[in-house]
């Protein structure tokens, strides 16, 4: 425990959590955030740039869990779970996250978010009005605004992986830099 509790000091871990996303938890960690950021002293722009990316990338992991059935096993526990990483790096903030996703859904998002790298932050603007005046309201209620509204909050790219698990599943890793 203490190795990783020394090595979490050493990459400047500000929080991390492993588990499965709720509303309570989105609650709890923006609490905790709340005091963290007090506790830095950073500049009021910077916290609002870090909880804007931070509620979004919570949002995307609460919004798109696949549903299990019951009861729910250990495998689907995990498959569930998501890892969230707040980093300190130097002049800036990493917001990390990881969740498992359906390999068929792998190939969308990866263009999704090609395109998304691919725009400036007026075309972000456009694209984000362009998509929410057609978009529909998927059945999780959400409108996959999500990874726009996270590139034009943090200003920068967006850094992403997909990790094969296996011939189902993939592990998709979000980094996110906000300066």
Known sequence: MYNLYRTMEEENVILSFKGIVTPKLLTSVLHIMEAKMDSL???????????????????????????????????????????????????????????????????????KLNIINSMNKDELREYYQLS??????SNKGTAGLGMIDIARKSGNKLDFDFLKINEETSFFCLNVKID
């Not at 929410?132 to 309201?137: D, G, I, K, W, Y």
């Open 132 to 137: 929410l005046n057609n978009s529909m309201v």
């Open 41 to 111: 002293q950073e500049a009021q722009r910077t916290r609002k740039k870090v909880f804007n990316v931070l509620v979004e990338c919570l949002q995307n992991l609460y919004h798109h869990v696949d549903e299990s059935p019951l009861p729910i096993s250990k495998e689907i526990l995990e498959r569930n779970s998501a890892l969230v990483l707040i980093v300190k790096e130097n002049d800036h903030f990493v917001v990390r996250t990881g969740n498992y996703i359906n390999k068929d859904k792998v190939k969308d998002l990866q263009e």
